[in-house]
């Protein structure tokens, strides 16, 4: 009965021997190393890169209107009642604000309502802003393409989207007359004037969004001081968890709100993300699965090179599965040293552009439009370095499974005779 000892001692003696072999035929070897160091490194810069402009879209989503959280009342999430609203909605956006003060916080009031022109009317949604802080928590204040964003909290006028501005048929200076209804059940009615018409890029947005001033529009609507969301926004999306378990002490006890982060506001999104992220790794699994037969090659060329060296060898007594656990060695080794040199060169590779920045060719004029960073900052981090190289390495270590287990074939007599 062997003892531990002895054990240790002859997998130390394995690991040795299948260092040997592995530099027997180093042309070969360092041919099938290099074809994993190549798909590491690619595989750390794609996944980056594809990590990074998840993030970039994240933020270029949320900052371009809805925000990172929001606070709005139980419920309203889903039915967006106009008395499913947050008392002193001003208030608790200035104790937000003076509690996190690295945040942008500005309260909101929504309402659906009829807009007319001379000329035609259309359903839309109006919401109040808060001149002064809107810009924090979203683009459309930077995307004013014609007259000028809000200023005077209770002034009567209205910034509408461009495709509403063709629909009305209206321009900077016309007047749009509402029809809706207020929080008491009353009719909320008046004349507003178009001092800024926006384009964000998104045709849904340009055609159904209006904002006017918060204060103007919780008169109108018989609010009163309130509203219906709070929207924050943070310079980085990894902040979002502690900000959350504050918002929720903060909130604690009050006319039952709620904070709600960006996947409970737009789950389209994070839908669109993760079939993105499965679908790029259909293209991922092509270069695995080649790289894996690059190893199963090689490894199975390294056992028909020493048929006759195995037979002679069990001939003296090894068994099969020494010789199979050193075959799997080998594999283990060749597929480390592509493991650590792959992920080292990808951290320099996606470090470099995670530094000075990704743009595809086109990206500028792209980027100009829907008011987005024009370059993609990969995403280093321990996903992004060890996810891909990791799932090569064990492909490659089950690539070896086949030509370990032809050693349990053979024959030490018959292999003696191999030429």
Known sequence: MTTKRQRDSAFGLSLR???????????????TALAMVFSNVL???MISLQ????????????RMFSGQVQVQRVGYQDEQKMRQDIAGVGELASTIR??????????RANAFV????????????????????????STIPGLVADGRFLQDPGAAEIVIGGVMARNLKVAVGDELTFLGSGKDGSFAAGVLTVVGIFNSGSSDLDRSLAEVPLGYFQDAFAMGGSGHIIAISTAE????????????AIIA???????????????????????????AWFMYAVLIILVAFSVLNTQLMS????????????ALGIKPRRLALLVLLETFLMALIGLVIGVLLGAVVAGYFGFAGFAYPGMDELAAKFNMPSVIYPSVGPVSLMLGPTVVFIFCLFAAIYPAVKLYGLKPVEAMRAV
């Open 17 to 31: 021997l299948a260092w040997r072999n592995i530099w027997r035929q180093k042309r070969r070897t360092w041919l």
């Open 237 to 248: 999306l990894g902040g979002i968890a502690d900000l959350m378990e504050s918002l929720r």
């Open 303 to 314: 056992v028909l090179e020493r048929t006759r060296e195995f037979g002679v060898i069990m």
């Open 98 to 107: 003076s509690r996190f003060p690295a945040a942008s916080v500005a309260a």
């Open 114 to 137: 009829l807009l007319s022109s001379e000329d035609r009317s259309f359903g839309t949604q109006v919401v109040g802003v808060e001149p002064d802080f809107e810009a924090g928590v």
């Open 43 to 45: 595989l750390v810069f």
């Open 51 to 62: 990590l990074g402009s998840y993030d970039m879209m994240i933020n270029t989503t949320l």
């Open 253 to 279: 006890g009050g006319d039952e709100l709620v904070a709600l982060d960006w996947e409970a506001l737009t789950p389209g999104l994070k839908q669109a993300i993760q079939a993105d992220f499965t679908s």
